[in-house]
């Protein structure tokens, strides 16, 4: 009778241990933030990534079917190809360096057009985007 009722509390601690887990892990996926500074793209897991300015070949605002081209949410890697996939909006800001390819989720697609079309009536030598450039 006793080893039952043992058994029974571990069967508890386990099943309350996985569900924090779980949803510990859901709510981590919320941290994901995309922002820039005046020289970089910030990106990632508590703003862990970047991507230099003056490295950026092409920038481009597009809407991609992220189930079919990345197979669904998260962090992808193909190659030479990143994708981070964390909102259900479907609009991407698309990133080209000389050796990688990014494509980072985005909420907010008025933002982001201000944020290029703004870029682009500044004129800098350390501003050689392709589609934004002066």
Do not use: P
Not at 87 to 94: E, I, K, M, P, V
């Amino acid at each position: 009778m006793s080893f039952a009722i043992l058994t029974t509390d571990y069967l508890f601690l386990g099943s309350m241990t996985v569900l924090i887990l779980v949803v510990h892990l859901y709510t981590r996926s919320f941290d994901y933030t995309i922002a820039h500074t005046t020289d970089a793209l910030v990106f990632g897991w508590r703003k862990k990534h970047t991507i230099l300015l003056k490295e950026i070949e092409e920038i481009t605002l597009e809407n991609l079917d992220y189930m079919g081209k990345f197979g669904g949410y998260g962090y992808r890697r193909f190659k030479r190809r990143y994708a981070y996939v964390f909102s259900d909006s479907g609009d991407f800001l698309c990133v080209k360096t000389a050796d990688k390819d990014y494509f980072l989720s985005i909420k907010d697609k008025k933002y982001w057009a201000n944020w290029l079309e703004n870029r682009t009536n500044v004129c800098s030598n350390e501003q050689t985007l392709t589609k934004i450039s002066c």
